[in-house]
Antibody, heavy 121, light 107 residues
Framework: QVQLQESGPGLVKPSQTLSLTCTVSGGSISSGSYYWSWIRQPAGKGLEWIGRIYTSGSTNYNPSLKSRVTISVDTSKNQFSLKLSSVTAADTAVYYC?????????????WGQGTLVTVSS | SSELTQDPAVSVALGQTVRITCQGDSLRSYYASWYQQKPGQAPVLVIYGKNNRPSGIPDRFSGSSSGNTASLTITGAQAEDEADYYCNSRDSSGNPVFGGGTKLTVL
């Protein structure tokens, strides 16, 4: 059974960089059948896709966040990471990591439990 | 605003059938996936592809599609089905996008 677990600071100051790591267990992050994504959800609001990375290192980002987002992968540790720079209060949300299927029809079959990140001084 | 449109709220009587819809141009060419999210929990995939259910998802959940509209149908809704439901497909750039979500109330 694949499991994903987010980790990182729960509090980030405005203008600083939010950094989160997702550790994958129960399966290899190097499987070519999947990609790895970050998704966030502000309190009481819907899901917003942030970006994805393939194990080749290729990335795609949400255009609304592209200038501030970097997603990287460390296959030796079975982890992938998110960095979001110049954060503001609007970036306060629960951040999820998820596994996406490499299909023309998108889906995310495994999700982490989510981690709340608050942007505040 | 999302390129996938969902009704904000839907209600259903216990044991009855409910359809939750999702509209978007990409749905003319691609199947949506559907997620159930209960308060304080991560989303759970319930339907993907043409009409596929992951292991452990009850067969009362089914998916269908017509034109630019994808539907999630719950046949014989149970109290535990009360949750938020999100659809997912692609936007005009080919990136993943979610609908705004539908809050399902089981009466």
């Amino acid at each position: 059974q694949v499991q994903l677990q987010e980790s990182g600071p729960g509090l980030v100051k405005p203008s600083q960089t939010l950094s989160l790591t997702c550790t994958v267990s129960g399966g290899s992050i190097s499987s070519g059948s999947y990609y790895w994504s970050w998704i966030r959800q502000p309190a009481g609001k819907g899901l917003e896709w942030i970006g994805r990375i393939y194990t080749s290192g290729s990335t795609n980002y949400n255009p609304s966040l592209k200038s501030r987002v970097t997603i990287s992968v460390d296959t030796s540790k079975n982890q992938f990471s998110l960095k979001l720079s110049s954060v503001t209060a609007a970036d306060t949300a629960v951040y999820y990591c998820a596994r996406g299927g490499r299909s023309s029809d998108f889906y995310f079959d495994y999700w982490g439990q989510g981690t709340l990140v608050t942007v505040s001084s | 605003s999302s390129e996938l449109t969902q009704d904000p709220a839907v209600s259903v009587a216990l044991g009855q059938t409910v359809r939750i819809t999702c509209q978007g141009d990409s749905l003319r060419s691609y199947y949506a996936s559907w997620y159930q999210q209960k308060p304080g929990q991560a989303p759970v995939l319930v339907i993907y592809g043409k009409n596929n259910r992951p292991s452990g998802i009850p067969d009362r959940f089914s998916g269908s599609s017509s034109g630019n509209t994808a539907s999630l149908t719950i046949t014989g809704a149970q109290a535990e089905d009360e949750a938020d439901y999100y659809c997912n497909s692609r936007d005009s750039s080919g990136n993943p996008v979610f609908g705004g979500g539908t809050k399902l109330t089981v009466l």
